[in-house]
């Protein structure tokens, strides 16, 4: 079965003040504002192809507006719409968004707001197309700067329920799972064609519950750099620089002005999931050193706080 | 002189108080004085830190799904945004004994600039 789904494309963030979380998401964070609208900012990482992978809109709470998903090519936009219709999972078509073309939105089981889509201007990334150097003269020297995002882990009420929903409908892959005593995965790390750890994580808890997102960052290294950034803004870090178990990334957790958390993720991480692999299994004994691998129990905050 | 404004937050059922200066946070003052409130996010977004309060405070920034009109005119807040603006009696919403923390003399010197950053 072929991939049909590149990456997560973007995740839209809700703030409560807008210009605040501009100057904590361009000056300390380090992404590139595209464009302020109305109650919304759309921002893109310096590495990113695509229009932009984070857009953050005022609101009155916190929390995760919508993901959505960028298909291989744009007939897989046109499969996806069929699977809907088959699993009887009901959609909106939505025909165009800012600098992007046709979605499919819909709900999922855990209650979140996905968008599958194709069609989206790529100016490309902060680099020329021709002879570029690594990364950009002009990056921000004291902003964490992540290349690109990485992904989203969330909350659902029945985990088992969404983890097969997003495996059968949906099409995602596992690289891990942490099951009960009875056999079922409660939590997921699920990949797509891009075969890296996780777009997507799922793990128990609220509905539509947004337990983070997280940008790509390449070295343990720059991990430890972005700690200095956050420790010099006064950024509240929940756990971090440390290491998963499960997925093998070094990170940090912390969280936006406004209790969002967001993950800086990468380091000595990047397996790749060869599709055909059995996905490698935790157990609720193991978890701990899965998911805090140094720690080798869960932070208290892990399983409470998110938004 | 120490001209400083202060607030004075009394626990219950602890029987504790202790002092916030003007402007902080009760979750700031209460960590300071080794008084262990719970908290996640600390930028009013989880509601992790959610406790009752007694007298005026300043409720600050906070997520209105997770502190709703109707608990601020219900004597709750979210600890980590509200700031008092006048002395306060405080609880945690089950009504349970918050854990102290005592250093004593030694510690107390090294963990006094602790700050719920």
């Given at each position: 079965?072929?991939f049909?789904?590149?990456?997560l494309?973007?995740?839209e963030?809700k703030?409560?003040d807008?210009?605040?979380a501009l100057?904590?998401y361009?000056?300390?964070l380090?992404?590139?504002?595209v ?7 759309y921002?893109?990482?310096?590495d990113?192809?695509l229009?932009?992978s ?8 916190a ?9 291989v ?24 968004d800012y ?5 499919l ?9 996905f968008?599958i889509f194709?069609e989206i201007?790529?100016?490309g ?7 570029p150097d690594?990364?950009p ?15 989203t882990l969330?909350?659902a ?11 059968e ?5 596992a690289?891990?799972y ?14 797509q064609a ?7 994580a799922?793990v ?6 947004m ?7 390449s070295s343990?290294q720059?991990i430890?750099r ?6 010099m803004n006064d950024?509240?870090?929940?756990w971090g ?16 002005p406004?209790?969002n958390?967001i ?8 397996y790749?999931?060869?599709p055909?692999?059995?996905?490698i299994v935790?157990?609720?004994e ?10 080798r ?5 892990f399983?409470?706080v998110?938004? | ?5 202060t607030?004075?937050i009394?626990?219950?059922p ?15 003052a209460?960590?300071?004085a080794?008084?262990?409130?719970p ?6 977004g989880?509601?992790?830190?959610k406790?009752?309060v007694?007298?005026?405070?300043d ?5 209105k799904?997770?502190?709703?009109d109707q ?10 945004r509200a ?13 349970s ?6 250093y004593?003399d030694f510690?107390?010197f ?5 700050a719920n950053?």
């Amino acid at each position: 079965m072929p991939f049909r789904i590149s990456r997560l494309g973007y995740v839209e963030v809700k703030v409560l003040d807008l210009d605040d979380a501009l100057d904590f998401y361009t000056n300390v964070l380090g992404l590139r504002l595209v464009e302020r609208l109305g109650n919304k900012a759309y921002l893109k990482t310096w590495d990113d192809q695509l229009a932009y992978s984070v857009i953050l809109t005022e609101s009155d709470t916190a929390g995760m507006v919508r993901a959505a998903f960028r298909t291989v090519d744009p007939e897989d936009v046109d499969y996806f719409e069929r699977k809907l219709k088959q699993y009887e999972v009901p959609y909106e078509v939505i025909p165009e968004d800012y600098k992007r073309g046709k979605a499919l939105r819909f709900k999922t089981p855990s209650g979140h707001t996905f968008e599958i889509f194709n069609e989206i201007e790529i100016p490309g990334n902060y680099l020329p197309k021709e002879s570029p150097d690594p990364w950009p003269r002009d990056l921000k020297s004291d902003a964490i700067n992540p290349p690109k995002i990485d992904h989203t882990l969330i909350t659902a009420p029945d985990p088992t329920k969404m983890i097969k929903f997003c495996e059968e409908v949906l099409e995602f892959r596992a690289t891990e799972y942490i099951v009960n005593n009875e056999g079922q995965p409660i939590a997921a790390w699920l990949y797509q064609a891009r075969q890296q750890p996780h777009d997507l994580a799922i793990v128990p808890g609220r509905e539509a519950g947004m337990h983070h997102f997280a940008f790509h960052i390449s070295s343990a290294q720059d991990i430890f750099r972005a700690a200095d950034i956050m420790v010099m803004n006064d950024v509240k870090i929940d756990w971090g620089p440390g290491r998963h178990g499960i997925t093998r990334g070094s990170g940090i957790y912390f969280f936006d002005p406004f209790g969002n958390r967001i993950e800086t993720f990468g380091g000595y991480t990047a397996y790749l999931y060869d599709p055909g692999a059995k996905p490698i299994v935790w157990t609720e004994e193991t978890m701990g050193k899965g998911i805090f691998y140094y720690e080798r129990k869960l932070v208290e905050t892990f399983l409470t706080v998110y938004t | 002189m120490n001209n400083e404004v202060t607030f004075k937050i009394h626990l219950i059922p602890n029987g504790i108080s202790f002092i916030c200066k003007a402007g902080e946070t009760i979750l700031d003052a209460a960590l300071k004085a080794g008084i262990e409130l719970p908290h996640g996010c600390t930028k009013g977004g989880c509601g992790v830190c959610k406790i009752k309060v007694k007298g005026k405070v300043d409720f600050g920034r906070v997520s209105k799904v997770m502190l709703t009109d109707q608990e601020k005119e219900s004597g709750f807040c979210l600890s980590c945004r509200a700031v008092p603006l006048e002395d306060l009696e405080i609880s945690l919403i089950d009504g349970s004994m918050v854990k102290v923390i005592r250093y004593d003399d030694f510690y107390s010197f090294l963990f006094k600039t602790r700050a719920n950053l």
